[in-house]
């Protein structure tokens, strides 16, 4: 149960939390009007802002949350650390994943004066009498360890999560398969169309979907575990928040209430009852203030495996024919065969995406096709251009 705070307490967070953010939103508001050519109303906010933030002080003093000025320069730099590491990174990358450029232009902006900041308040530490400021952070954590109460759920719910959890890992089947199929089905038609030889297209694609597989199977393996340890620390990062500011959480969690529409005296009730249970409490601002979702992602082995076995199945497709043709229908066969072995995975991806099999078949097919037949003239008319004869 997260430690119980006085109606004071909760109020005076509340209340900090709204005028940090009336202060930001009116500096920003200022700004607007300068650039439209409204200084005057540009005062307005101004000093509205500058109220706001004495407000706020005011009430972060009343909670005792402003210390001496060593302990609050090492609170400063691990907060600017733990941006400049782990926050800003997800944050660029989520921005960018979902084409939003000018958040990621923002959050990189903001993400490189972190760093200026962070060597400003490790210079003033060292005026302080910290000789190695960023050593003596390492050494000093921010908050003690503390147990990570159990977040997934169960019964009913957590079988279906479960259950939806191995359905995801449809993902590696479709990237390892296709990509098996794909890159071998351009190497063997690529060394076929150089050289004309059986053998030697055998022997260059058996070592590519070797290589391929061990390859992709690795790299599974570490984005898996390194998105498993990115979950863990940031659910291990706001477990112990809770555990030192949990006046500041909950007030923020009412924030988030408040945010999706819910009145104060509703965000209040929800946010104290949530508070109850620190399990609750902890999923729900995982969820809500982070973005994440409280299971940890994937199995690393159970990944790496199954990518791993979907490129080496998808490799040996475009290789069979090389085993038993040796005239010039093997390539068309090989890239019949990998068209099939497309296609045919196309339509099993829509039997759990609920897609058209015949569409989502044809979709995976045309990528495919199109890949492996751009590989095959590569390989006839790349070593025309260097002077070498030119295969079957």
Do not use: C
Request: charged share 20%; aromatic share 8%; glycine share 10%.
């Amino acid at each position: 149960m997260v430690r119980s705070l006085s109606r004071t307490e909760k109020n005076l967070w509340s209340a900090f939390l709204g005028e940090a953010k009336a202060n930001r939103m009116y500096t920003a508001f200022a700004m607007r009007a300068m650039e439209e050519g409204h200084p005057e109303i540009a005062q307005v906010f101004l000093e509205a802002a500058g109220a706001e933030t004495i407000h706020a002080v005011s009430h972060l003093k009343a909670l005792g949350e402003i210390h001496g000025t060593l302990e609050n320069l090492r609170t400063v730099s691990q907060g600017e650390a733990y941006e400049i590491a782990t926050m800003y990174p997800r944050m660029i990358q989520e921005a960018e994943e979902e084409a939003r450029p000018a958040a990621a232009a923002s959050f990189r902006l903001a993400w490189e004066r972190e760093k200026h900041h962070l060597r400003l308040f490790q210079d003033a530490l060292k005026v302080m009498g910290v000789p190695d400021a960023a050593s003596a952070l390492e050494r000093q954590p921010q908050m003690p360890e503390v147990e990570i109460p159990r977040l997934l759920p169960i019964g009913e719910v957590g079988r279906e999560k479960t259950r939806i959890a191995a359905l995801a890992r449809i993902r590696e089947v479709i990237f390892g398969m296709q990509d098996g199929l794909i890159s071998t089905a351009i190497l063997v038609s690529s060394v076929y169309g150089a050289t004309g030889n059986n053998f030697v297209t055998v022997v260059a694609g058996l070592a590519g979907g070797v290589g391929g597989m061990f390859s992709m199977a690795a790299g599974s393996f570490l984005s898996s575990r390194a998105e498993r340890e990115l979950y863990q620390a940031e659910i291990l990062r706001e477990a112990r928040e809770l555990e030192v500011h949990p006046g500041e959480e909950i007030a923020e969690l009412m924030e988030l209430y408040r945010q999706e529409g819910f009145s104060y005296e509703d965000a209040t009730a929800m946010a104290e009852r949530v508070a109850q249970d620190k399990g609750i409490m902890l999923r729900t601002m995982v969820e809500k203030e982070l973005g994440l979702a409280p299971e940890l992602p994937g199995s690393p082995w159970k990944d790496s495996l199954t990518m791993g076995v979907s490129f080496i199945v998808g490799a040996t497709v475009p290789i069979l024919p090389y085993f038993l043709l040796g005239n010039a229908l093997v390539v068309a066969t090989s890239l019949v065969l990998t068209g099939v072995g497309l296609f045919a995975m196309g339509v099993g991806k829509a039997r759990f995406t609920h897609r058209n099999p015949v569409l989502s078949g044809v979709e995976v097919l045309l990528v495919g096709t199109l890949a492996a037949g751009v590989g095959y003239f590569l390989g006839t008319l790349v070593p025309g251009l260097f002077g070498a004869p030119g295969g079957a």
